[in-house]
């Protein structure tokens, strides 16, 4: 969308609330027609319900996920919402299965509105050594005949790569519908819709916008019945992006390829410095041969990067001795390197996994790296700086 009465690069903000409608007919047409629930009204009415400068937004995740159609909303869980509530019948109750290492607010969404409040048949897919088995999916799908399977492209700390487009290959099999939150590969790495899955779900609070300054989630897909039940569900529970998000979103996606690469190739820099340092028990990064993910990832990202996270564990004779180097670590680059609970920003930030992940994962050594797009030189004398000042303790 481009304002033509003004010679403006940018697109119009339209802060409207609702819309002017004219006249009588006018009105009566535009509430008629509203009852079709098109991503694109021919009027606009209300924005709660549609907003051109956050359709403006769409068109352009819709380039980059190759979809027929994206809605943007208020944040990556109303995405998962929308997502998963157009999935349900009031009647049926057949199970859905979801891979386990996902998200934790989405398994919280799971087990507390899914399961307790909706009571929805709900099961987990757990990996076996940090990895999913087809084969065993297989089985799973088999038995339990799901009609849906919902996955993460990257999982979250240990960066587990599923077999994705293997995992949707035996879903079709089994006729179940194939939701993926693509938030940690992105499209840069795997378009899932060209794969085959039915929806692609981001919290685009993270790569897509990539300032660290917008909360906003994406949900797409090219099933047009979907779309037009999602439009539905995101109008009557208010879940819309605002016209000042969708604008500013629309602004930073411009740039989101060339930051996303760098982010690659800055999480590789610190995956490859980290796992050279004696303090250092084990590194996960997907791009690493050793990471029990390797070969799913080389296939279903094809040579386009590893993404942008790393996790690390620091060595240690005891949970104490653990801590304490952490700790150094978390000290000596805290001038440049923040403990910050989100990821994808600008600046490479960090997370100790134990006080985040808690009993899940309760390693004291363990620290979870988002890679910032910052210069890399900038970002290896950091880290290099860091790990020479902890190798003393
Ligand atoms: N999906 C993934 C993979 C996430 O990491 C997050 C948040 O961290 C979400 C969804 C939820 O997104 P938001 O925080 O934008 O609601």
Redesign the pocket.
């Known amino acids: 969308m481009k304002n033509k009465e003004i010679n403006s690069q940018r697109i119009p903000v339209y802060r409207d609330a609702g819309f002017e409608l004219f006249d009588a007919d006018t009105a009566s047409e535009a509430f008629r027609k509203e009852t079709e629930n098109q991503r694109v009204p021919d009027l606009y009415i209300y924005s709660r319900y549609r907003n051109p400068t956050v359709v403006a937004a769409e068109e352009e995740i819709m380039k980059l996920e190759g979809s027929e159609w994206t809605l943007l909303t208020e944040?990556?869980?109303?995405?998962?919402d929308i997502t998963l509530s157009v999935f349900q019948d009031g009647n049926s109750i057949k199970p859905w299965l979801f891979f386990n290492e996902?998200?934790g607010?989405?398994l919280s969404f799971a087990e507390s509105v899914l399961k307790k409040r909706r009571g929805l048949d709900i099961h987990y897919f757990s990996p076996q050594n940090e990895q999913y088995d087809l084969h065993e999916f297989e089985s799973v799908m088999e038995t339990l005949r799901p009609e849906l399977v919902y996955i993460?492209s990257i999982s979250?700390p240990m960066l587990i790569v599923p077999d994705a487009a293997g995992v949707i290959e035996i879903a079709r099999k089994y006729k179940a519908k194939v939701i993926v939150?693509n938030?940690?590969a992105t499209p840069e790495l795997w378009k899932p819709l060209v794969s085959g899955a039915d929806v692609v779900?981001?919290?685009?609070?993270?790569y897509l916008s990539g300032h660290g300054n917008i909360?906003?989630?994406v949900v797409c897909g090219n099933d047009n019945e979907l779309m037009k039940a999602a439009v539905e569900y995101r109008k009557l529970t208010g879940h819309m992006l605002s016209a000042d998000d969708a604008y500013r979103l629309h602004d930073q996606i411009q740039t989101f390829s060339l930051r996303f690469r760098r982010q690659c190739v800055n999480a590789s820099v610190i995956a490859g410095l980290l796992g050279a340092s004696k303090r250092v028990r084990k590194v996960w990064y997907p791009g690493l041969p050793e990471h029990p993910s390797y070969e799913e990832a080389v296939k279903l990202f094809a040579g386009n990067g590893f993404g942008g996270m790393v996790t690390v564990d620091f060595k240690g004779n005891s949970g104490s001795e653990k801590k304490l180097i952490r700790d150094g670590f978390i000290k000596a680059v805290s001038e440049r390197i923040r403990i910050i609970p989100?990821?994808g920003d600008p600046r490479t930030m960090m997370l100790p996994v134990e006080s985040v992940w808690g009993a899940k994962y309760p390693e004291p050594g363990m620290i979870r790296l988002s890679a910032g797009f910052e210069d890399t030189g900038e970002l290896t004398g950091i880290i290099s700086s860091a790990l020479e000042a902890i190798s003393s303790l």
């Open positions: 944040s990556g869980m109303s995405a998962i996902i998200y607010g989405t993460e979250n939150d938030t940690f779900i981001h919290s685009a609070t993270k909360t906003a989630g989100s990821l």
